[in-house]
């Protein structure tokens, strides 16, 4: 009889063991990039376009095989950006801004003479790029001719966004500022936190923007760059923000938690990581947060913080993370892996600034 109880105590135990939710998750697949991808993946007609920092273009299909690439004359600290056609704006560190078509053939390339760490942010016929010491320069589309430039005199080591509007740019610079720029390159407002800013603004269509910073805060900010609240992390950011629909902003911090804010600067949760978060989140139409920090764990949260599922790599998470039409996360190590996961759901639709740089293309703009 004892031995039939026990018996029946564990076949009940293994039951409920195979009943209860797993939370590990392993890749959909696994690319070798050769090294570390250069900012969050560009997404264009079922292409995933990298940028390495070692100096190549890599494109791959949505099962991670690679199209094409095509070696750079210098290595990359800064996402690509695509336009509707498909056709990439990759800028150097060595100041080389060059289009690639998407089929790989170069169609232009120009020498802007200072080093680059940021994201072209493309416009109607023409593009913007923020030198690391501070230029400015204006660059057509068609021939990569500079049409303007202008000296900020503050060191940029983060990509510009268009405001709400998309009539003028917002620069976030190393000493502290946000600047609101005209597309002349003229200064129109200026907002100074009180640490270095390595992040990538949000904005919402209100034209409100959040704004995280190395001096532990998040900022939000009206579209006259006035300060609406701020809020307050325990370590530093580093990490872009990202806004649902509801206006509520999550980010991490090298703290070891990721953040979930209100509208209003109130703290809704917090999770705790097993590292430090320095790679911007995505939001897939379901509301899931997917995040990544150093210790190499990608984390898939609810709306309430409540983990979903983890995968834990050989090497910490450094690209910001982006889903791709077909419900694809994707999510790149400092060891030049780019991992895939299967997701429930695409990129938002609805979310206010459901990843890095606004959308799939990177275009600093949120919109489809």
């Not at 509801?246 to 070891?256: A, K, N, P």
């Not at 109130?266 to 705790?272: G, I, Q, S, V």
């Amino acid at each position: 009889m004892r031995s039939q109880g026990k018996k029946a105590r564990l076949a009940l135990l293994t039951c409920l063991l195979l009943t209860l939710p797993t939370l590990a998750r392993e890749p959909l697949w696994k690319a070798a990039l050769g090294s570390e991808s250069a900012g969050s993946p560009a997404v264009s007609s079922r292409r995933v376009v990298v940028a390495t920092k070692s100096g190549a273009v890599v494109v791959l299909d949505g099962a991670g095989r690679i199209v094409w690439s095509h070696r750079l004359p210098a290595g990359c600290l800064a996402a690509p950006a695509l336009d509707r056609n498909g056709d990439a704006y990759v800028a150097c560190v060595d100041g080389s801004l060059l289009r690639l078509s998407a089929v790989g053939r170069p169609v232009w390339e120009v020498e802007l003479g200072q080093e680059i760490l940021a994201t072209p942010l493309l416009g109607s016929g023409v593009l913007f790029t923020v030198s690391e010491s501070g230029r400015v320069c204006k660059v057509a589309k068609k021939d990569g001719a500079v049409l303007a430039q202008a000296e900020l005199n503050l060191p940029s080591h983060s990509s510009p966004v268009w405001d709400a509007g998309r009539k003028n740019l917002l620069v976030p610079v190393k000493d502290g500022f946000l600047l609101a720029l005209d597309q002349d390159l003229r200064v129109l407002w200026k907002y100074r936190t009180r640490g270095v800013n390595l992040s990538v603004p949000a904005v919402t269509p209100r034209n409100e923007v959040y704004l995280t910073s190395m001096d532990h805060h998040l900022y939000k900010l009206d579209a006259e760059g006035r300060p609406l609240w701020e809020f307050a992390a325990q370590g530093w950011i580093k990490s872009s923000p990202v806004v649902d629909e509801r206006g509520r902003v999550y980010f991490g911090s090298y703290d070891g938690h990721f953040y979930a804010v209100s509208a209003d600067g109130k703290a809704l949760w917090t999770f705790k990581g097993r590292a430090q978060f320095t790679a911007g989140a995505a939001i897939d139409a379901a509301g899931t947060l997917y995040c990544g920090d150093t210790s190499g764990t990608v984390y898939a949260l609810d709306r309430t913080g409540k983990l979903s599922w983890q995968y834990k790599s050989p090497d910490f998470m450094s690209v910001d993370l982006a889903i791709l039409p077909q419900k694809v996360l994707l999510a790149g190590g400092i060891d030049g892996t780019l991992l895939a996961f299967r997701t429930a759901r695409p990129l938002s639709r609805k979310a206010w600034w459901a990843k890095a740089l606004g959308n799939l293309s990177n275009s600093g703009f949120d919109e489809p």
